[in-house]
């Protein structure tokens, strides 16, 4: 007679944080970019802590939902961070050259390919990691064709598009987080309609509670088996 063990996952849903840590720091970045105030510590200090650490760590987390999706998304991007106040405060400290507009053109250009592809991802997730993705996509398009023309109007239009592509990814992160401590659809997210019969059990969590996270892998082989 076999005894079937059942694994529940009761570790909490870390998108929220990543979202946050996400959205609180390209806000701030980009009102820097619209021209409202010069780049200073403060976005600095956000580009560390929280746009670069609290996304690492949600990435990790993640890692535990066995969500690649959610994983790569943010330890990615939190690395985008610190790689950006990297190529800020480095020449600062005489260990290396400014990064022209040149090559932060290309620096932006290929972290907008990579947003792409994951943007792509995110049909299969909800509307609102769309917009966030779609957004963001936009946005560094907007910030690398500013650098490869030397044109300060784009990277401003730009700053004002990074704003609205903050503001969707901690609309994201708060309607998670009140979707879930009252147990109902308080801010909607918008899941998308699955086709496949085994990517239909699995995703009710992925696409309506958590936005990223993805159910415990016990939890998920459980609900393929009926």
């Known amino acids: 007679m076999r005894t079937a063990i059942i694994i529940k996952d009761t570790s909490a849903n870390p998108a929220p944080l990543g979202l946050t840590g996400f959205g609180l720091t390209t806000i701030l970045l ?15 200090g956000m580009g560390i802590f929280v746009g670069g650490i ?17 994983t790569t998304a943010f330890v990615a991007y939190g690395s985008f961070w610190l790689s950006l106040v990297a190529l800020w405060a480095l020449p600062k400290f005489g260990i290396a050259d400014k990064a022209d507009e040149t090559a932060m053109g290309f620096y932006l250009a290929i972290w907008g390919l990579f947003t792409f592809g994951m943007f792509i991802g995110t049909f299969r997730l909800n509307r609102a990691l769309q917009v966030v993705f779609g957004t963001l996509v936009v946005l560094f398009g907007l910030l690398a064709l500013g650098d490869f023309t030397h044109n300060a109007a784009i990277k401003t239009v ?19 987080v009140l979707n879930e401590v009252y147990g109902r659809t308080v ?20 696409q309506q509670t958590s936005g990223v996270s993805h159910a415990h892998p016990t939890e998920a082989r459980d609900a393929v088996r009926g």
């Open 30 to 44: 980009n009102i820097h970019n619209a021209g409202f105030y010069p780049n200073n510590a403060m976005i600095l």
């Open 187 to 206: 801010l909607p997210l918008g899941p998308v309609a699955c086709k496949s019969a085994q990517t239909a059990s699995i995703s009710p969590r992925l």
């Open 54 to 70: 609290a996304q690492i760590v949600a990435g990790v987390l993640e890692s535990k939902k066995n969500n690649t999706f959610g």
């Open 158 to 176: 730009a700053g004002y598009e990074g704003i609205l592509c903050g503001l969707s990814a901690l609309y994201a992160a708060i309607a998670q």
